[in-house]
């Protein structure tokens, strides 16, 4: 999530464009109050957008999302889905993999979800892919450790779609701490990987797009 709408863009530009959005269903404006209420990170709306658009013209039938939280982007995921795809989803925590379980379920999708609780780089290795479409987001000072796991169990022409790249837009700024230098050197990484073909754009907080080549 964003901290601020001109933390990235501009704010007329920010505010123009999610005055663009579809409007949300009942269920997940539900989760957007009790993320916002419970202080839960979930992915911003236009992220989200971006990833419905890629679902829908790719067809992924293995998906992987490194880090659940509540569930809000499975579910975006799942509806654009069909139910020959698997939505598979690490989260770390116990409680907040309950709430997932929970809104999944009402949320009734054509596709099945298989919730792994643990952190994500112990899970990952016992995962067998290949994967078609992937989702990071989680620990930010882990993306590095996340694409050197993953990479082996993505199918070439994958697409691995990673959150919070410019990171309050702090990662521009030239700010340094832990979280900050490691997307800063994730994203030279990503850009520069002859495996992967990347565009990381001022969406949300920075969004990469990368293509397995
Ligand atoms: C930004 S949230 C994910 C939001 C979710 N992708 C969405 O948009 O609905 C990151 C989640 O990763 C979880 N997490 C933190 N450390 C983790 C780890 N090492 N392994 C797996 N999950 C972890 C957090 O508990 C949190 O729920």
Redesign the pocket.
């Known amino acids: ?1 964003k901290e601020r709408v001109d933390a990235i863009l501009r704010r007329n530009q920010g505010e123009y464009l999610e005055s663009l959005l579809p409007p949300r269903d009942a269920l997940l404006e539900e ?1 957007e109050k009790f ?1 916002d209420e419970n202080n ?4 911003d709306p236009e ?2 957008q971006l990833m419905r658009t890629i679902v829908r013209m790719k067809r992924p039938r293995r998906i992987l ?12 995921l799942g509806r654009e889905s069909d139910s020959e795809a698997v939505i598979e ?5 116990h409680n ?1 993999l309950t709430t ?1 379980k929970r809104f999944v379920s009402e949320a009734q999708l054509p596709c099945r979800v298989v919730f792994h609780e ?6 990952i290795p016992r995962l067998t892919g290949p994967f078609d479409f992937v ?1 990071i ?3 930010k000072t ?1 993306y590095g450790d996340y694409l050197d796991a993953l990479l082996p169990k993505v199918a070439r022409d994958a697409v691995i779609v990673c ?2 790249l410019l990171w309050k837009g702090q990662v521009a700024a030239g700010t340094h701490d832990g979280p900050t230098d490691a997307l800063r050197a994730f994203n030279k990484r990503i850009s520069n990987d002859p495996r992967l073909l990347t565009i990381i754009l001022p969406l949300g907080d920075g969004t990469g797009i990368s293509v397995v080549v």
């Open positions: 999530m989760m993320a839960h990170p979930i992915a992220v989200t999302e490194v880090g659940t939280n509540i569930g809000y982007s499975v579910i975006v989803t690490i989260e770390i925590d907040t997932a643990g952190a994500a780089l112990d899970v989702f987001d989680c620990v882990e959150d919070n």
